[in-house]
């Protein structure tokens, strides 16, 4: 049993984690290791779980493979030398970046090192990536700092400069499927198909070999988009997908809101149903504002996760249309990706293509998200696929 | 005549309401608003409610000016307020008691003062706002029953433009001022938002200037001033009239309308024109297809008419890039609105 074992296709990134737990652990911290590292990779590509492992090897006195209660510490984030900070928003503010600087002061309770995780690094903006600078420079002597983002490019230059980066790559196909046969026991052929429709996405891939709905999900966005003949049908479709990846948040967020509201006026001492006092409005406001910027974050997420089933469709339809090739990630639909392939030039599809990628960057600019997904598929319109 | 207006249009809604409740006791306008033990104001139109209060008080005063004047917040009674509120002092002076959102009012509230209207004090006025809402239905069907000797004072909505002239002309004439139709006009579309900017905008005029007032004295304090909403700009530009929406474009940015929602409004109609363009079929049946109400249908396809699939495309794109703009993408919203309303009424065909 050891810390590695679940992490599919980073051999190497595995071995100089490895390398540089062991060194520190054996006193002789002079070369693998340092007080600042950067995972970057693909998303699903296993960025925090490594984030993680590497926590739990550095917190386990004396053992690189982690032991057993370390371990389960982490996984349960309780360790009380480990820092971690994630969000469910779409931005972290610069209070939660200063909170955690400040927790990284403390010394080791428990463990040789202090370990503090940030995932999703490169949703801070400039000023809360600032506070973190003089941090990562001079840590305490033993913190150490662990940064998880998509690429180098998405953190400031001040940062990078701060840091040792560690690129994990996509993971291939064939493993992904392996570990999700294993893990989840899913028969190979089935495991394949997952993998390669979440485009070696470990998390996805989990989600659609197990997720009945979520493989629904993803056939409805496939089947919509292809059924483009008219600017109207252009319109409602972006209708439906905002609805399906509306109803993929809510699936997620609508529940816990409830529970938490409930939960936080029941701490308030306000009795159910009874009308809240105006003294303490503000808190619930607080509370509600907090859920909002979740949905936001999760709402985007969905349509982020649209928007790349659609690439993968066109990406699949021009390598059709240009003969070159090679393997198509939506096989099983290939009559429809046949159809769709006469049915344009390479020339439309390259522009449909295009227009993916220019509606995920407005997306992300906070542009209406039904507007960028209407201009998106008008590209995508095919006059002439009846025939 | 315009006061005979308004005149009439009220005593239309009150026998409306009274048809429906038959209320006992008397339903009046705002201005008429006169001292009575329990003068229940009801209506949306909080500016005109607020007026009343002012009414009353000043009313009141000048019978006794030791008049004693409390608030009080249905929302947050406690038991008993009203009663010492409204107990006689030592020296008996007059009491009025102004108690805001009895729309929200704690259980505690409507027993008490179902309990006062059985026996109100002597000297004591309590002017009771009601916003609206079946909430304390029960306080409101007792009093209008005649209950305690009260009054209504009714604050309908003030929404047309008609409506805001009369309103207006009432002002002018209450002061026996005399006013011209056009300056009413011009008044009216220069305030055609917040009803509460038009009465301030009335009483400058009323207190600066002497003589009659006309187009020219409106002219001078409030010149040029129009205020349109995005919703008539975009209804000029899908017409195809360029000129008349640029300018109508700038009014709406001078009086205030952002250009975020701006956009948000044209995306809508736009959107509406894109769903029924090139669909056969009743406006009903549509209707149903799309998720959109039938008149909703009818006027998209309105609309609609003389625009192609590749324009109503084109200017999507065009919105989706002003949308991008006018939330930081661009160094400047007015011009992406500007290039967006010269796309939008040309129907996509302008190349900007």
Same mark, same amino acid.
């Given at each position: 049993?050891? $810390?590695?074992?679940?992490?599919?296709?980073?051999?190497?990134?595995?071995?100089?984690?490895?390398?540089?737990?062991?060194?520190?652990?054996?006193?002789?911290?002079?070369?693998?290791?340092?007080?600042?590292?950067?995972?970057?990779?693909?998303?699903?590509?296993?960025?925090?779980?490594?984030?993680?492992?590497?926590?739990?090897?550095?917190?386990?006195?004396?053992?690189?493979?982690?032991?057993?209660?370390?371990?389960?510490?982490?996984?349960?984030?309780?360790?009380?030398?480990?820092?971690?900070?994630?969000?469910?928003?779409?931005?972290?503010?610069?209070?939660?970046?200063?909170?955690?600087?400040?927790?990284?002061?403390?010394?080791?309770?428990?463990?040789?090192?202090?370990?503090?995780?940030?995932?999703?690094?490169?949703?801070?903006?400039?000023?809360?990536?600032?506070?973190?600078?003089?941090?990562?420079?001079?840590?305490?002597?033993?913190?150490?700092?662990?940064?998880?983002?998509?690429?180098?490019?998405?953190?400031?230059?001040?940062?990078?400069?701060?840091?040792?980066?560690?690129?994990?790559?996509?993971?291939?196909?064939?493993? $992904?499927?392996?570990?999700?046969?294993?893990?989840?026991?899913?028969?190979?052929?089935?495991?394949?198909?997952?993998?390669?429709?979440?485009?070696?996405?470990?998390?996805?891939?989990?989600?659609?070999?197990?997720?009945?709905?979520?493989?629904?999900?993803?056939?409805?966005?496939?089947?919509?988009?292809?059924?483009?003949?008219?600017?109207?049908?252009?319109?409602?479709?972006?209708?439906?997908?905002?609805?399906?990846?509306?109803?993929?948040?809510?699936?997620?967020?609508?529940?816990?809101?409830?529970?938490?509201?409930?939960?936080?006026?029941?701490?308030?001492?306000?009795?159910?149903?009874?009308?809240?006092?105006?003294?303490?409005?503000?808190?619930?406001?607080?509370?509600?504002?907090?859920?909002?910027?979740?949905?936001?974050?999760?709402?985007?997420?969905?349509?982020?996760?649209?928007?790349?089933?659609?690439?993968?469709?066109?990406?699949?339809?021009?390598?059709?249309?240009?003969?070159?090739?090679?393997?198509?990630?939506?096989?099983?639909?290939?009559?429809?990706?046949?159809?769709?392939?006469?049915?344009?030039?390479?020339?439309?599809?390259?522009?449909?293509?295009?227009?993916?990628?220019?509606?995920?960057?407005?997306?992300?600019?906070?542009?209406?998200?039904?507007?960028?997904?209407?201009?998106?598929?008008?590209?995508?319109?095919?006059?002439?696929?009846?025939? | 005549?315009?006061?005979?207006?308004?005149?009439?249009?009220?005593?239309?809604?009150?026998?409306?309401?009274?048809?429906?409740?038959?209320?006992?006791?008397?339903?009046?306008?705002?201005?008429?608003?006169?001292?009575?033990?329990?003068?229940?104001?009801?209506?949306?139109?909080?500016?005109?409610?607020?007026?009343?209060?002012?009414?009353?008080?000043?009313?009141?005063?000048?019978?006794?000016?030791?008049?004693?004047?409390?608030?009080?917040?249905?929302?947050?009674?406690?038991?008993?307020?009203?009663?010492?509120?409204?107990?006689?002092?030592?020296?008996?002076?007059?009491?009025?008691?102004?108690?805001?959102?009895?729309?929200?009012?704690?259980?505690?509230?409507?027993?008490?003062?179902?309990?006062?209207?059985?026996?109100?004090?002597?000297?004591?006025?309590?002017?009771?706002?009601?916003?609206?809402?079946?909430?304390?239905?029960?306080?409101?069907?007792?009093?209008?029953?005649?209950?305690?000797?009260?009054?209504?004072?009714?604050?309908?909505?003030?929404?047309?433009?008609?409506?805001?002239?009369?309103?207006?002309?009432?002002?002018?004439?209450?002061?026996?001022?005399?006013?011209?139709?056009?300056?009413?006009?011009?008044?009216?579309?220069?305030?055609?938002?917040?009803?509460?900017?038009?009465?301030?905008?009335?009483?400058?005029?009323?207190?600066?200037?002497?003589?009659?007032?006309?187009?020219?004295?409106?002219?001078?304090?409030?010149?040029?001033?129009?205020?349109?909403?995005?919703?008539?700009?975009?209804?000029?530009?899908?017409?195809?009239?360029?000129?008349?929406?640029?300018?109508?474009?700038?009014?709406?940015?001078?009086?205030?309308?952002?250009?975020?929602?701006?956009?948000?409004?044209?995306?809508?109609?736009?959107?509406?024109?894109?769903?029924?363009?090139?669909?056969?079929?009743?406006?009903?049946?549509?209707?149903?297809?799309?998720?959109?109400?039938?008149?909703?249908?009818?006027?998209?396809?309105?609309?609609?008419?003389?625009?192609?699939?590749?324009?109503?495309?084109?200017?999507?794109?065009?919105?989706?890039?002003?949308?991008?703009?006018?939330?930081?993408?661009?160094?400047?919203?007015?011009?992406?609105?500007?290039?967006?309303?010269?796309?939008?009424?040309?129907?996509?065909?302008?190349?900007?």
């Amino acid at each position: 049993m050891s $810390v590695w074992d679940d992490l599919t296709g980073q051999a190497d990134a595995i071995a100089t984690f490895r390398a540089a737990a062991e060194e520190s652990l054996a006193g002789d911290a002079s070369r693998s290791m340092t007080h600042s590292w950067l995972i970057t990779g693909p998303p699903g590509s296993g960025r925090s779980n490594l984030a993680y492992a590497f926590a739990a090897a550095l917190l386990s006195n004396g053992n690189p493979d982690g032991d057993t209660a370390t371990i389960r510490q982490v996984d349960a984030r309780t360790h009380p030398d480990l820092g971690v900070l994630s969000t469910e928003r779409v931005i972290i503010t610069i209070d939660e970046v200063r909170t955690l600087v400040k927790n990284s002061n403390y010394s080791p309770s428990a463990a040789r090192y202090r370990v503090m995780i940030i995932e999703d690094a490169d949703r801070m903006r400039e000023a809360a990536s600032n506070v973190l600078l003089k941090a990562l420079e001079e840590p305490p002597p033993r913190t150490v700092w662990i940064l998880c983002a998509p690429s180098e490019a998405d953190l400031l230059p001040t940062i990078r400069s701060r840091v040792r980066t560690v690129r994990l790559r996509v993971p291939a196909v064939a493993d $992904v499927a392996d570990l999700i046969a294993r893990r989840d026991g899913i028969d190979l052929a089935a495991a394949t198909r997952a993998a390669r429709e979440a485009q070696s996405h470990i998390g996805m891939a989990h989600r659609l070999a197990t997720n009945e709905n979520a493989r629904q999900r993803r056939e409805q966005t496939l089947q919509t988009a292809l059924r483009i003949r008219s600017v109207s049908d252009a319109v409602v479709a972006a209708a439906t997908l905002l609805e399906v990846a509306g109803q993929d948040a809510k699936a997620i967020t609508a529940e816990r809101d409830a529970e938490e509201r409930e939960n936080a006026l029941r701490s308030l001492g306000v009795a159910p149903g009874a009308t809240v006092p105006p003294a303490l409005r503000s808190q619930l406001k607080a509370l509600e504002e907090d859920q909002k910027r979740r949905a936001t974050r999760s709402l985007r997420d969905g349509i982020d996760r649209i928007m790349v089933d659609l690439l993968s469709l066109y990406r699949d339809i021009l390598l059709l249309q240009l003969g070159v090739g090679g393997e198509l990630v939506n096989a099983s639909i290939m009559p429809d990706l046949r159809r769709a392939s006469a049915a344009a030039t390479p020339e439309q599809t390259l522009a449909t293509l295009d227009a993916i990628a220019e509606a995920r960057r407005r997306i992300e600019g906070n542009i209406a998200p039904a507007l960028a997904l209407e201009a998106m598929l008008i590209t995508a319109t095919r006059r002439t696929a009846q025939q | 005549m315009a006061t005979r207006t308004s005149a009439r249009s009220t005593t239309r809604t009150a026998s409306k309401t009274a048809s429906k409740t038959a209320p006992a006791i008397p339903q009046l306008e705002w201005h008429r608003v006169r001292p009575a033990p329990v003068v229940l104001v009801t209506g949306p139109e909080q500016y005109l409610a607020d007026r009343a209060s002012e009414l009353l008080r000043d009313t009141l005063r000048a019978e006794d000016p030791s008049l004693e004047v409390s608030d009080i917040d249905a929302g947050s009674y406690a038991p008993g307020e009203l009663l010492t509120l409204a107990s006689p002092s030592l020296f008996g002076e007059p009491r009025l008691i102004r108690v805001g959102a009895v729309e929200k009012g704690t259980d505690q509230f409507y027993a008490d003062l179902l309990g006062y209207l059985e026996n109100p004090a002597d000297d004591a006025y309590v002017l009771l706002r009601h916003g609206g809402g079946v909430r304390g239905k029960k306080l409101l069907e007792a009093i209008r029953a005649g209950q305690g000797g009260g009054i209504e004072v009714l604050c309908p909505e003030v929404k047309k433009d008609t409506e805001r002239y009369d309103f207006a002309a009432s002002e002018f004439s209450a002061q026996h001022r005399r006013v011209t139709s056009g300056a009413l006009r011009a008044l009216v579309s220069a305030f055609s938002g917040d009803l509460a900017e038009l009465a301030a905008a009335c009483r400058q005029l009323l207190s600066d200037s002497t003589e009659e007032i006309t187009e020219e004295t409106v002219d001078r304090y409030y010149a040029g001033r129009v205020e349109r909403t995005a919703f008539q700009v975009a209804d000029i530009a899908i017409a195809g009239r360029y000129g008349e929406a640029l300018m109508m474009l700038r009014h709406a940015l001078a009086s205030g309308a952002d250009p975020v929602p701006i956009v948000a409004v044209f995306a809508m109609k736009v959107r509406a024109m894109a769903k029924v363009s090139g669909r056969r079929g009743g406006s009903a049946q549509l209707a149903s297809q799309l998720s959109m109400a039938p008149w909703q249908v009818d006027n998209a396809r309105r609309d609609a008419r003389g625009w192609d699939d590749d324009g109503i495309g084109r200017c999507i794109d065009v919105l989706a890039e002003t949308d991008a703009a006018v939330k930081g993408g661009g160094r400047d919203p007015v011009y992406a609105l500007e290039r967006m309303v010269s796309v939008i009424s040309s129907r996509g065909t302008s190349q900007y």
